[in-house]
């Protein structure tokens, strides 16, 4: 005799599989954009901030340059 498969719930466990995949490629993706416009800000900061005279201010710091998330 057959067993029962349950093939609605190994689909929706392959479907399940394939978003988390997705998304944690996503997440990559993201973390990856994040790493490079905060490198590029960083780069931009230290070619401009002798000429607008920011100097070292924490606030700028702490919001601007350094908060990624």
Known sequence: MLEHVDYEFIKNEQRQNEISRYCDEYEEKVITLLE??????????????????????DEIDGYVWDNRF
Request: aromatic share 10%; hydrophobic share 30%.
């Open 36 to 57: 490079t416009i905060s490198r590029k800000l960083k780069a931009l900061r230290e070619e401009y901030e002798p000429i607008i005279g920011f100097g070292n201010c």
